[in-house]
């Protein structure tokens, strides 16, 4: 039986790998080896890997690709993307030179507003802590000079601080709600110091306010922390052409392919069940550059989401009209993205990733992933409305089949010959590969 393990990040790599295999899988010398064979023969870039978390026994690859051709506000990028699924880069490429060839992208911030805030209980007059709150927000600014001071001469900082009164949900529940321009950084560090700095503030102050009649502890913290639902950090990327300048597919003509697409949107827009994956096809194309871009993509994905259903319904984040013969599609996404901070100075791949992005600031780093967003889910939809999804689908998918029934590469290269022309199912890939290997 498995016993608990003490101390067990105090350990050295090697103790630990071993202590995992043993335990935990059924021949230990193969998952080292496995273990091992990730290691990076630099031992100074393993060590910066290892110390990028806690417990590192391993790196996990993920394939980085490149979608060239997009051009967006006129200039051309090629997009890094780290992802496992097979037909993303290719489908994002695709729709990268269609949209070339039809004027490119056209993207703009909306907004790039961060909150943070700090939650806490009162429990006397709503009044007193309005009138305290008055007195507290010129001290809990000065408090935090030192923080804001280098965040400030860059032009950013704190933006407002507000007091909520939260009690018609939770007895006794108030907020100091705080917005910030983290310029660009993500933000999650400055924004959760000032916070904690703002609670011992309040604290203190409360403790000898006046108003407050000499309780000892007229407000309690809870926490203060940053908030991932960033609807005010929001950009907007479009793509238009006449309606008849798109390929005409499938037997539809450009105007009837644009009919399709506007109402693949509406159904996304109305139907949770069918926006779910929309949106998750977006997300394929944001999640990549985010993650080849050393952001957080959980940040991304939790404040993406919760905007998705910004009115009570989850919705899809791409629109789409076909107005006087004019075909419109874009996108509208929160994404509180840094390119300083975190890992981007770090990891050596993020580095080369922003720069073939030409070291964007975040606000264009913020647009250029919004149009991976809105590339993915034009090429997802347009395939869906024409000639389905699996025929791309499938044919990227057929190295996955190849490899998994290893194939060699002789094999590979006749059945991507043999599938040209043939459709890919995971069946016809076996039957057909048998049949090959059985030919003298
Ligand atoms: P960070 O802590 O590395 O701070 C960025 C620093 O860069 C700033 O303190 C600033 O001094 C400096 N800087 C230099 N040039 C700048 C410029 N032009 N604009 C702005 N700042 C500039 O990074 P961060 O952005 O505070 O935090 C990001 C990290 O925090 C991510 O790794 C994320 O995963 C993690 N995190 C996230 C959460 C969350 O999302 N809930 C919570 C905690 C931590």
Same mark, same amino acid.
């Given at each position: 039986?498995?016993?608990?393990?003490?101390?067990?990040?105090?350990?050295?790599?090697?103790?630990?790998?071993?202590?995992?295999?043993?335990?935990?899988?059924?021949?230990?010398?193969?998952?080292?080896?496995?273990?091992?064979?990730?290691?990076?023969?630099?031992?100074?870039?393993?060590?910066?890997?290892?110390?990028?978390?806690?417990?590192?026994?391993?790196?996990?690859?993920?394939?980085?690709?490149?979608?060239?051709?997009?051009?967006?506000?006129?200039?051309?990028?090629?997009?890094?993307?780290?992802? #496992?699924?097979?037909?993303?880069?290719?489908?994002?490429?695709?729709?990268?030179?269609?949209?070339?060839?039809?004027?490119?992208?056209?993207?703009?911030?909306?907004?790039?507003?961060?909150?943070?805030?700090?939650?806490?209980?009162?429990?006397?007059?709503?009044? *007193?802590?309005?009138?305290?709150? #008055?007195?507290?927000?010129?001290?809990?600014?000065?408090?935090?000079?030192?923080?804001?001071?280098?965040?400030?001469?860059?032009?950013?900082?704190?933006?407002?601080?507000?007091?909520?009164?939260?009690?018609?949900?939770?007895?006794?529940?108030?907020?100091?709600?705080?917005?910030?321009?983290?310029?660009?950084?993500?933000?999650?560090?400055?924004?959760?110091?000032?916070?904690?700095?703002?609670?011992?503030?309040?604290?203190?102050?409360?403790?000898?306010?006046?108003?407050?009649?000499?309780?000892?502890?007229?407000?309690?913290?809870?926490?203060?922390?940053?908030?991932?639902?960033?609807?005010?950090?929001?950009?907007?990327?479009?793509?238009?052409?006449?309606?008849?300048?798109?390929?005409?597919?499938?037997?539809?003509?450009?105007?009837?392919?644009?009919?399709?697409?506007?109402?693949?949107?509406?159904?996304?827009?109305?139907?949770?069940?069918?926006?779910?994956?929309?949106?998750?096809?977006?997300?394929?194309?944001?999640?990549?550059?985010?993650?080849?871009?050393?952001?957080?993509?959980?940040?991304?994905?939790?404040?993406?989401?919760?905007?998705?259903?910004?009115?009570?319904?989850?919705?899809?984040?791409?629109?789409?009209?076909?107005?006087?013969?004019?075909?419109?599609?874009?996108?509208?996404?929160?994404?509180?993205?840094?390119?300083?901070?975190?890992?981007?100075?770090?990891?050596?791949?993020?580095?080369?990733?922003?720069?073939?992005?030409?070291?964007?600031?975040?606000?264009?780093?913020?647009?250029?992933?919004?149009?991976?967003?809105?590339?993915?889910?034009?090429?997802?939809?347009?395939?869906?409305?024409?000639?389905?999804?699996?025929?791309?689908?499938?044919?990227?998918?057929?190295?996955?089949?190849?490899?998994?029934?290893?194939?060699?590469?002789?094999?590979?290269?006749?059945?991507? #010959?043999?599938?040209?022309?043939?459709?890919?199912?995971?069946?016809?890939?076996? *039957?057909?590969?048998?049949?090959?290997?059985?030919?003298?």
């Amino acid at each position: 039986m498995i016993q608990p393990v003490a101390g067990f990040s105090k350990r050295s790599k090697e103790e630990k790998i071993r202590w995992i295999a043993e335990n935990y899988t059924a021949h230990p010398e193969q998952t080292e080896a496995v273990l091992r064979q990730y290691w990076h023969s630099d031992a100074q870039l393993q060590q910066l890997h290892d110390e990028f978390i806690e417990n590192t026994i391993s790196n996990f690859y993920l394939p980085l690709g490149v979608a060239p051709n997009f051009l967006i506000n006129g200039k051309l990028y090629a997009i890094p993307m780290a992802i #496992e699924e097979s037909s993303v880069v290719a489908a994002a490429s695709k729709a990268a030179k269609y949209w070339m060839e039809r004027g490119g992208f056209h993207a703009r911030v909306l907004g790039i507003e961060k909150i943070g805030q700090v939650h806490f209980t009162y429990s006397g007059e709503a009044e *007193t802590l309005q009138a305290f709150m #008055e007195y507290l927000r010129p001290i809990l600014l000065q408090d935090a000079a030192p923080i804001t001071g280098n965040m400030e001469k860059r032009g950013g900082g704190i933006l407002g601080l507000e007091l909520r009164d939260k009690t018609a949900d939770l007895p006794g529940y108030y907020q100091l709600h705080c917005r910030f321009d983290t310029r660009d950084a993500m933000g999650a560090n400055f924004i959760n110091s000032c916070l904690e700095q703002f609670s011992t503030t309040l604290l203190r102050e409360a403790a000898a306010y006046e108003g407050f009649k000499g309780e000892e502890k007229p407000v309690e913290v809870l926490m203060s922390i940053l908030s991932n639902y960033t609807p005010e950090c929001v950009v907007r990327a479009e793509v238009r052409c006449p309606a008849s300048d798109l390929e005409p597919e499938a037997g539809l003509s450009g105007e009837a392919v644009a009919e399709r697409l506007v109402q693949a949107v509406e159904i996304a827009n109305c139907e949770p069940f069918r926006a779910v994956t929309h949106n998750k096809g977006i997300m394929n194309g944001i999640d990549a550059v985010v993650i080849a871009t050393g952001n957080d993509f959980r940040a991304v994905e939790a404040g993406v989401h919760a905007y998705a259903a910004r009115d009570g319904r989850y919705r899809s984040l791409t629109g789409a009209s076909l107005t006087d013969g004019e075909f419109c599609f874009w996108i509208e996404v929160p994404l509180a993205l840094g390119t300083v901070g975190g890992l981007t100075s770090l990891h050596p791949l993020v580095r080369l990733g922003l720069e073939i992005l030409g070291q964007p600031s975040a606000r264009e780093l913020m647009e250029v992933v919004a149009v991976a967003g809105l590339a993915q889910n034009f090429a997802a939809i347009r395939s869906l409305v024409t000639v389905g999804i699996q025929r791309g689908h499938m044919k990227m998918h057929l190295l996955n089949i190849l490899n998994q029934m290893g194939a060699t590469p002789a094999e590979k290269e006749a059945m991507v #010959e043999y599938f040209k022309t043939h459709t890919v199912t995971h069946n016809e890939v076996v *039957t057909q590969l048998k049949a090959l290997r059985r030919q003298p």
